[in-house]
């Protein structure tokens, strides 16, 4: 096997492209059940279209100026058109929203100020000692990091700032590729061989601690940084990403249906290619163009049809393949067995926690077997089963 594909480093290359204004975003939303706006409400970029309850959320901004279409559980439309301009004697129409002074906010206040221009603080803020922001590309085609580091430096180093103020850890550590020329003041630096997987958290952590163990570190990647670091530096809502579509890296506000992503790279997608959503390892498979991106999409691809053939049911063979690539050291082809067979307790005794989801093992299962979907439905149903637990457990105590 040609180990080029699983290299992680693909040079400077060049600045952040902007994309053009969608003609319309479909904002996704997680769990945030307070609209801020109804159907056919004007928006511009900034406002806020949907609250949070959940304080550690952040909430959802449009990126852009236009017209609400659709508002459900799952998104907000917003169709990209110019405001008619206020009727004569009336005050003009808002176009932007005004910054938040972040410099002089602590502890809660500034969490919540966060919270409400659209961050995610859980990640931020868990308890640990060490802090590791992994700066490395964290997929093979994925090319941001590198560009990221020499051409929004500034955004990097306005993130790592803030996250120092709100993350409790003792010692910050940035990962980088080995020959990275990339500087943080105060900050050590840690290099790392650059070959997926090595740069899955998991892996990145035990090659600066020496240890097999995620306790007491907390992990955040290059593209949260940035994100935060683009909030941090203007004061104003998060409402655009960047995203890395077939290597060209494009700004583009958060929402934007993959469709319209792909045609602003230029890229056709015909019938029964594969869209994927996230890297060609650990992404999932979309049949909707007009899915928008949220604000942790990293990459979108297109696979073409026939360049792999497609991963169904098929039978195990036990060649092993997949049980000698495995970064864990554990038999995918057993536990994707008893995930296939609903035998739940058979995974958790061949420790299917201890999987990190690198893809390695669907990628080389000759097979074709979708390894990494059955130890992803394999975790999900045990998440449920402890779940259930828990919530008897809570009523035989009352
Ligand atoms: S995805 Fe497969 S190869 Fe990767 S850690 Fe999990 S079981 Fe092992
Ligand atoms: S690589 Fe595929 S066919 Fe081979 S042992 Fe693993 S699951 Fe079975």
């Given amino acids: 096997m040609n180990k080029n594909i699983f290299i992680l480093t693909h040079g400077d290359t060049g600045a952040f ?7 319309e975003v479909r904002i996704p939303l997680n769990g945030h059940g307070k609209k801020a706006v109804k159907k056919k409400a004007e928006v511009y970029p900034g406002l806020l279209v949907a609250d949070h309850s959940n304080a550690k959320i952040g909430d959802m901004h449009s990126g852009i100026t236009g017209v609400v279409t659709e508002v459900t559980e799952k998104h907000v439309v917003i169709k990209a058109q110019e405001l008619a301009p206020a009727a004569d004697g009336e005050d003009p129409k808002p176009t932007g929203v005004e910054p938040v002074a972040l410099a002089g906010l602590e502890g809660d206040e500034l969490r919540a100020a966060l919270k409400g221009l659209g961050v995610d603080i859980r990640p931020l803020i868990r308890r640990c000692d060490l802090l590791v922001i992994n700066a490395l590309n964290p997929e093979p085609g994925i090319t ?23 993350s409790p850890a003792s010692r910050t550590v940035v990962a980088l590729p080995s020959a990275s020329t990339a500087a943080f003041d105060g900050t050590d630096i840690a290099f790392i061989n650059p070959q997926y997987p090595n740069s899955l958290d998991e892996l990145v952590v035990a090659s600066i601690t020496g240890k097999e163990s995620m306790k007491g570190v907390n992990v955040v990647d290059l593209h949260t940084l940035y994100n935060l670091g683009a909030v941090a530096e203007s004061g104003m809502p998060l409402t655009h990403t960047v995203v890395c579509v077939e290597g060209r ?3 583009a506000p958060i929402g934007t249906p993959v469709g319209a992503l792909l045609k602003e790279a230029s890229i056709e997608v015909a019938d029964g290619d594969s869209v994927i959503m996230g890297g060609p390892m650990r992404g999932e498979a979309t049949g909707d163009l007009n899915k928008g991106i949220a604000k942790d999409t990293k990459a979108v691809f297109v696979v073409p049809a026939g360049v792999f053939q497609p991963v169904s049911d098929h039978a195990c063979f036990s060649c092993g393949a997949c049980v000698q690539h495995c970064p864990s050291r554990i038999l995918p082809n057993m536990i994707s067995r008893y995930v296939e067979f609903n035998e ?3 995974c958790r005794q061949e420790n299917i926690g201890a999987c990190i989801e690198c893809g390695l093992c669907t990628f080389y299962c000759p097979a074709r077997r979708p390894m990494l979907q059955f130890i992803r439905l394999g975790k999900h149903k045990i998440a449920l089963e402890e779940a259930q637990v828990a919530a008897c457990a809570l009523q035989v105590d009352e």
């Avoid at 492209?17 to 969608?22: K, L, Q």
């Fill in 17 to 23: 492209e902007t994309g053009s204004v969608p003609f």
């Fill in 144 to 166: 941001y990091a590198e560009s990221m580091l020499v051409h929004a430096k500034s955004t990097v180093n306005a993130g790592l700032e803030m996250l120092k103020r709100l």
């Fill in 249 to 251: 890296n494009i700004v």
């Fill in 344 to 346: 739940i307790d058979f």
